[in-house]
């Protein structure tokens, strides 16, 4: 099964693709994830792409389509894959039409004062992990024992362009895939649990 979530920043998509990677057993790519990794690894791409995020803007779609395309030519996406934070533009997804079918656009519905609450209190591990200081007060991640940091990102400036980009260049993907069929809607404002019950009720 191959599946795009597609949400506002802080909707909640990665902490439901650590669970729906592992209820379908198919690998979770957060283009998010591959660049804070170049970032940390001091790499040319983390460089560049770093110059973008720290202002909540997009990294340019051509560099963001090849390292996608890169990674679901790998043999684990064979059996499906889910997308996170991919593709955020019109153009990205026309580039992703001639590189792999879709089965699902799992559209996270949710209320504005909720993301921004959600950010606000976010703690990220390197491995990918998130948690909400109001669940997790404790700034050790549960699952590799590393010490979680608040992300650059997630500062008040910041999180306002990241919304405004969101709204005018990735919301108008609902309608792209709603013409073409693929948009399931999930009201998102409930816990994480309660999520996830209903993306797999409605995925299958
Ligand atoms: P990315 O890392 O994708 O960030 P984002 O889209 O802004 O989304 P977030 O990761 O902030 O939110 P999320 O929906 O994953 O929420 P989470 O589960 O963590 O992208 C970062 C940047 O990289 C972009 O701004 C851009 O510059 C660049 N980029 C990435 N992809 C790109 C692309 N395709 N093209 C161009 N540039 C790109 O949850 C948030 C918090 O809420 C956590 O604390 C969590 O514990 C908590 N939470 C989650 N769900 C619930 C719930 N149900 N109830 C209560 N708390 C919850
Ligand atoms: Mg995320």
């Known amino acids: ?55 909540g803007q997009l990294v340019p779609d051509d560099l963001t389509v090849k390292i996608v395309e890169e990674r679901l030519s790998h043999d684990d996406c064979k059996n499906g894959f889910l997308l996170d934070g991919f593709p955020r533009s019109i153009p990205q997804a026309e580039a992703l039409e001639k590189i792999a079918k879709i089965d699902y656009v799992i559209n996270f519905v949710i209320d504005t004062e909720k993301v921004v609450k959600r950010l606000g209190g976010r703690r990220t591990c390197a491995c990918g992990e998130t948690y909400h200081v109001s669940t997790h007060p404790s700034n050790i991640c549960d699952k590799c024992g590393k010490e979680l940091y608040i992300r650059q990102d997630d500062n008040e400036e910041t999180i306002r362009n990241r919304m405004a980009v969101y709204e005018k260049t990735t919301a108008p993907l609902v309608g792209f895939y709603k013409e073409r069929g693929l948009v399931v809607d999930v009201d998102a404002n409930g816990t994480i649990e309660e999520t996830f019950q209903k993306i797999i009720e409605l995925v299958k």
Do not use: C, W
Not at 13 to 30: F, R, V
């Open 1 to 55: 099964m191959n599946i795009i979530l597609l949400g506002a920043p802080g909707a909640g998509k990665g902490s439901q693709a650590t669970k729906l990677k592992e209820y379908y057993a198919i690998p979770h790519i957060s283009t998010g994830d591959a660049f804070r990794s170049n970032i940390a690894r001091g790499t040319e791409i983390g460089v560049y792409a770093k110059s973008f995020i720290d202002k």
